[in-house]
């Protein structure tokens, strides 16, 4: 054990005096901070997203339109125009 005690001592010597070892210390004293930088079109494609989540998802007033004319009894239906969206 003795032997083996010597060569822990000596490695532990000159790894102490190596130059690692201060590299290492001066590395880990310095708190860098990641980054993130997004391109111009992940701004706008951010910025739109952000819009589109403001837009409700029902028309409160075109709703309430159609319900006023389905009561007043003026509400139309064009079946031409039913029949052309369903074919495009």
């Known amino acids: 054990?003795?032997?083996?005690?010597?060569?822990?001592?000596?490695?532990?010597?000159?790894?102490?005096?190596?130059d690692y070892n201060k590299s290492i210390s001066?590395?880990?004293?310095?708190?860098?901070?990641?980054e993130i930088q997004?391109?111009?079109?992940?701004l706008e494609f951010q910025y739109?997203?952000?819009?589109?989540?403001e837009v409700p998802e029902i028309r409160e007033?075109?709703?309430?339109?159609?319900q006023d004319r389905i009561k007043n009894g003026?509400?139309?239906v064009d079946v031409r125009k039913i029949v052309d969206n369903i074919f495009s």
């Open 48 to 53: 739109a997203l952000k819009a589109f989540k």
């Open 74 to 76: 003026t509400y139309e």
């Open 38 to 42: 997004l391109s111009s079109k992940a």
């Open 1 to 18: 054990m003795k032997i083996f005690n010597s060569h822990i001592q000596k490695a532990y010597k000159i790894y102490s005096k190596n």
């Open 26 to 34: 001066k590395v880990s004293k310095t708190n860098k901070k990641d």
């Open 61 to 66: 007033e075109k709703v309430k339109e159609i």
